[in-house]
């Protein structure tokens, strides 16, 4: 039977792993050197790096503007369709929950101001609405509308992928590696015929960068997902994590800042914002916030998008490489894990286990 090795257990492995095993020929092995722990107990400096734990994380639909958007949206789709099937499937269990998903726009684009109950439906958006303007927030919101959407709580859903994998039989291992290629000399794992680098930043590619963003973990509750872009091109956000994992009040998106330590300022500024713009949050704890604490996170971003996309050796091996999702990775997940199985090679000599 051909083998797979994934590096990496973040989103990305997961659904990938997941993926592969029942829908590919290849046996599966997932070898990363983080994988996901209880939120409470994951450490802030030491696996900063490791984003997954560190996103909000919600799905927000973004009408798209070029090819690269399209083929996002077509992956943020093939994602929805899967977390419905999965929360059906295991409700309570895999960490998700569906809900309106809110956004209020100041200086929105044309993509944005064409969209109505038509041109969404044709997008694929369910349960979409313009907002009227008496529902909007504030005067400076120009333009409004809900949909139907997902949230997750990040470490609960990662947890569930991981064990989803082994329960099916999927074999784990705890390692660091320096290059994918290291991975095809590893004589304890067998022979291995494909690498699938879903290790997040890549290793070493130019294009890759870091998005740093800050957000702020409160206890208070909310029942929907709320998304403001500000005109001054900041963001305002809520992401409700449920599960006993509180709310997160965003966020910051800042190229390149490498800065680990949260900042009490940019804290305070969230808070206010949000506050402002969806103020029935603080119903639920006395007219204020309960601060759980801050979040500090680094999407892993690349310049002209995503890497997927299978390289070929010298040697016959090949790795195919799924990584740099920016802040995408949850919304796209099953996409590229579905993408990822396009581009595995088809296995020609050893036996396929279908
Ligand atoms: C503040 C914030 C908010 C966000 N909000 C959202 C949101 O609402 N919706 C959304 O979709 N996305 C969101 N994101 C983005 C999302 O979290 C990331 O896109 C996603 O987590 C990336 O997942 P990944 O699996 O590619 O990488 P990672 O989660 O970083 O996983 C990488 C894996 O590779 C392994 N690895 C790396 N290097 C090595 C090595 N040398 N040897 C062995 N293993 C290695 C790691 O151990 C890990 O297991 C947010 C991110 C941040 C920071």
Not at 21 to 30: K, V
Not at 42 to 56: H, K, M
Not at 264 to 272: D, F, I, M, Q, T
Request: aromatic share 8%; charged share 20%.
């Amino acid at each position: 039977m051909p083998h797979a090795v994934v590096l990496g257990a973040g989103v990305i492995g997961l659904s990938t792993a997941l993926h592969l095993q029942s829908q590919s020929p290849y046996s599966i092995t997932l070898l990363a050197r983080d994988f996901p722990l209880p939120s409470e107990t994951i450490d802030a400096v030491s696996q900063i790096n490791f984003t997954s734990p560190w996103g909000g994380a919600h799905n927000r639909l973004v009408p798209p503007t070029n090819p690269t958007e399209e083929r996002e949206h077509a992956m943020s789709l093939r994602t929805f369709t899967h977390m419905k099937t999965l929360h059906s499937q295991n409700p309570g269990e895999a960490g998700i929950t569906f809900m309106k998903g809110v956004e209020y726009l100041e200086a929105p684009g044309p993509a944005y101001k064409e969209l109505n109950d038509e041109k969404a439906k044709s997008l694929g958006m369910e349960g979409f609405r313009l907002l009227r303007k008496e529902e909007y927030p504030d005067e400076r919101v120009t333009w409004g509308c809900e949909y139907d959407t997902w949230c997750v709580n990040p470490m609960v859903f990662c947890s569930f992928l991981l064990r989803r994998f082994v329960y099916l039989g999927g074999k784990v291992v705890r390692r660091e590696v320096r290059d994918p290629v290291e991975i095809f000399g590893m004589r304890d794992l067998g022979e291995v015929d494909v690498v699938v680098n879903c290790s997040g930043n890549g290793f070493g590619d130019e294009k890759v960068f870091i998005t740093r963003g800050q957000t702020c973990l409160v206890a208070n509750a909310c029942p929907v997902t709320v998304t403001r872009q500000n005109a001054d091109g900041s963001w305002t956000f809520c992401v409700p994590r449920n599960f006993q994992g509180g709310t997160i009040i965003g966020g910051t998106k800042e190229p390149n800042n490498w800065d680990p330590n949260p900042s009490p300022e940019v804290r305070a500024g969230l808070l206010k914002k949000f506050a402002a713009t969806y103020p029935c949050i603080l119903d639920s704890h006395g007219g204020g916030f309960q601060v759980i604490k801050d979040i500090v996170g680094r999407r892993p971003t690349r310049k002209g998008g995503m890497r997927l996309e299978r390289e070929q050796l010298s040697n016959g091996k090949s790795i195919v490489h799924a990584y740099g999702l920016g802040g995408r990775g949850y919304e796209l997940s099953w996409g590229v894990a579905e993408g990822v199985a396009e581009l595995l090679p088809k296995p020609t000599t050893r036996t396929s286990k279908l």
